[in-house]
């Protein structure tokens, strides 16, 4: 079944006779404004973990993001690795490998502080933000950005590009990023454990993206799972003593 009419995407803008994707300025709106929400709700709050380890916490996030976007991404197309170069390295990039990358990043440099108290609570929502903001600009590019879904004779199908009615990842994303951001609106004045609200973030986006990864074209890196499938298997392995104790308190 083929569209009735021309796609829309990409989403491009002219600037000097060229054309840019719009991707790269939501892209920059998604770190200013995630950056401006976590402080004004930092504002609100009295943190037990000083201005000056925060600092650190966030330069070791960044840092393990970096490096952790870049490895998840090239192995989510093994069959690069033979002929890898760094710019490719510096070009491929995935909020699952910088949200991995990003923990061990925390996890490594609250060692070397002596930060021994969870400390990803308040960087839920401003993460939330950033991450829909983002993906406004994924979905604008269409098949020009490798997150497009297989084709499907779904009703939310779509024409990302190339004439063929494809499952939209992203703006499913972007729904289901809105529903995680009213759960968690919700549960702001209930008591919970000191890192369980991060905690049950990173399950439950991880538990979307592994269930996701499989309306899309995906390369297999072992087992027919994607690098994407391996890192959410071991997000679930990492907090599986939250999983355990998380579910039985929701189904007691």
């Known amino acids: 079944m083929q569209p009735a009419h021309s796609s829309y995407f990409p989403f491009q803008f002219e600037l000097f006779g060229e054309l840019y994707h719009f991707h790269y300025i939501f892209e920059t709106l998604a770190f200013i404004i995630g950056v401006r929400i976590y402080y ?25 993001a970096l490096m952790g ?50 400390s990803g609570d308040i960087y839920v929502i401003p ?33 990302l590009g190339d004439g063929k009615l494809r499952h939209p990842i992203m703006l499913y994303e972007m ?21 369980d609200r991060f905690k049950l973030f990173m399950v439950l986006y991880f538990l979307f993206r592994f269930l996701i990864e499989f309306i899309k074209p995906y390369h297999p890196l072992f087992l027919n799972l994607s690098s994407i499938h391996w890192s959410a298997l071991f997000i679930f392995i990492y907090y599986y003593k939250f999983i355990i104790r998380i579910s039985k308190i929701s189904f007691s």
């Open 40 to 64: 004004f709700l930092k504002k609100g709050i009295t943190d037990p973990i000083s201005d000056e380890n925060r600092l650190w916490i966030m330069l070791g996030a960044m840092v393990g």
């Open 69 to 118: 976007s870049r490895i998840v991404a090239i192995l989510e197309t093994p069959e690069v690795l033979n002929h890898l170069t760094f710019l490719m390295l510096y070009q491929s990039k995935t909020i699952i490998g910088g949200l991995l990358g990003g923990l061990f990043g925390v996890e490594i440099i609250k060692k070397i502080i002596g930060v021994k108290i969870a």
């Open 127 to 159: 993460i939330l933000a950033a991450l829909f903001i983002g993906r406004i600009g994924c979905f604008s590019m269409g098949i020009d950005e490798p997150t497009f879904g297989i084709e499907t004779h779904f009703f939310m199908g779509m024409d």
């Open 175 to 195: 729904i289901y990023l809105i529903i995680l951001m009213l759960l968690f609106r919700g549960m702001r004045y209930k008591q919970l454990i000191n890192g």
